[in-house]
């Protein structure tokens, strides 16, 4: 309990600090265009800086400044990496496939990254090509585990 807690603060505080950096975007129109996708999947019609849905801001800052966001992701990676083991204890096979969900999304960001044009993109895109590898690797460890110890179970009775 105590390493979500302090996974769930890393994550609010790094979330507070990336959205501030981020919000640098209202003053910079040259951005508008290539830094703000929510506003275009919302239809937003930026007219001024004001108008940038503030979803945006983690974007700009992810580009920008990706220090911050880098936390927020470690932050969230290290969350997911907890709750599945926890599950693990409760729900072998719902942990398993969590953890496969979970990488399938990863890689699915990735692609969406994948030959970015900005440093804060590629470090985010070798984040999520690693997240993959992590939560794959968790996925088929448990699956292993779980294999084993019903191997171990079915062979002793």
């Given amino acids: 309990m105590i390493q979500l807690i302090l996974g769930f603060l890393t994550l609010l505080m790094s979330t507070a600090i990336s959205w501030y950096e981020g919000s640098e975007i209202i003053d910079n129109s040259l951005e508008w265009k290539y830094s703000t996708p929510f506003s275009r999947l919302f239809n937003i019609e930026i007219v001024n800086g004001q108008d940038i849905s503030q979803l945006d801001y983690f974007v700009y800052a992810a580009k920008f400044q990706p220090f911050f966001p880098m936390i927020m992701t470690v932050s969230v990676i290290y969350i ?3 709750l599945i083991f926890f599950i693990y204890q409760l729900n072998r096979l719902l942990a398993i496939i969590l953890s496969g969900v979970i990488s399938c999304v990863f890689m699915a960001i990735s692609g969406i990254l994948f030959n970015s ?4 993109g590629n470090v985010f895109f070798w984040m999520t090509v690693g997240s993959v590898l992590i939560f794959f690797g968790i996925t088929i460890g448990l699956w292993y585990k779980k294999k ?3 191997l171990n179970y079915c062979h002793h009775h």
């Fill in 117 to 120: 044009s900005t440093v804060g």
């Fill in 80 to 82: 997911f990496t907890v």
């Fill in 148 to 150: 084993i110890q019903c």
